[in-house]
């Protein structure tokens, strides 16, 4: 692989997850030799812009991957499971954003502010945490580099894009029709998602969601403490971009907010926003567009032993996936 000149694909370029890859390479100048935007026959022919330059969209194809160095898979797991394996075969890297490799004990699952070092020796394939594992080990791995973690607790409020572009273009229908007065539609999703608050729309498994249950088991392999409790309800809020979660946390060792607080704000990839008097906490609103994973409301929980309450806010379409599959990508380059 050319480390000055690589050739690079993305896979779903036309999706909310590979369009963030896309603005995300430009904006870090990611040496790129050649760009191929690649997603379904549906798009075949479609352009998107790339800075000055104007791109063709073309089905991926065992053709349309040959000679790749680095292709980022955001076009679900199904896509990834048919392609990566090809890209890898012949000496390329694939980073891939779906979840179909992420409990693979041969694949590293990488958030690089937390453990960059799971990628040496990896064959090809680098999986991505979801959009909440990402920025919750970003948080929770400090945390337990100082205290010790015992027991996890979050709530999620997760926005619309978490789920593609199509909810993003749904919630806002939703929002014209209930200005206007006229009954708001919901087809993407179970429930009208605009005025609401939604516990649900992922697939089950038995009592709990497809997304609580790779939230547990990826944050404890990113963290590598295989036996953490982690206690999760995942929550879909009308909110566009950026994924929030109240967290509790229980720790080995006493820590006040203080103490977090200096701990947080010497982590990467964290920004403290904690002063809740002028009104300063994370906000989708204000993560959205940056790679920061904002933590504030950072306080002492008196309701167990050694307890830390606190809230995170990070955009799920670029910490959450494009600029982690970025950094592990500009990593890979590093060697
Ligand atoms: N959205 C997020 O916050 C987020 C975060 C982390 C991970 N991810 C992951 O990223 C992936 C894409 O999610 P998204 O939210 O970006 O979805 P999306 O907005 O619905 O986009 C889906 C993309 O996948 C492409 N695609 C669908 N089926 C395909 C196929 N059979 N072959 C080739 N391309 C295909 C689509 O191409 P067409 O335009 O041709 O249909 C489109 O580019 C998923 O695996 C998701 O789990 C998303």
Known sequence: MSASAPVVAVVGATGAAG????RVLAERAFPLGELRLLASERSDGAVLQFGDASLTVRPVSDATLDGVDIAFFAAGALTSRRHAPAVAARGGAAVDKSSAYRMDPEVPLVVP???????????GIVANPNCVTIPLTVVLAPLHRAFGLRHVTLATYQAASGAGRDLVAELALQERADAEGSEPVA????????GNVVPGGWRMHGADTDEEVKIIAETRRVLELPELPVSVTTVRVPVAVAHSAAVWVELD????????REVLAAAPGVVVVDDPESQRYPTPRSVAGTDDVQVGRIRVDTGRENGLALF??????????????????ELLLAG
Request: no cysteine; glycine share 6%.
């Open 253 to 260: 060792s006493r820590a006040d907010a203080a103490a977090a």
């Open 113 to 123: 502010e937390v453990n960059a070092a799971t990628l040496a020796g990896h064959r």
């Open 187 to 194: 087809t993407v999703y179970p429930h009208v998602l605009h």
């Open 19 to 22: 369009g963030t890859v896309l």
């Open 312 to 329: 995170f806010s990070a955009d799920n379409l670029r910490k959450g996936a494009a600029t982690n599959a970025v950094q592990v990508a």
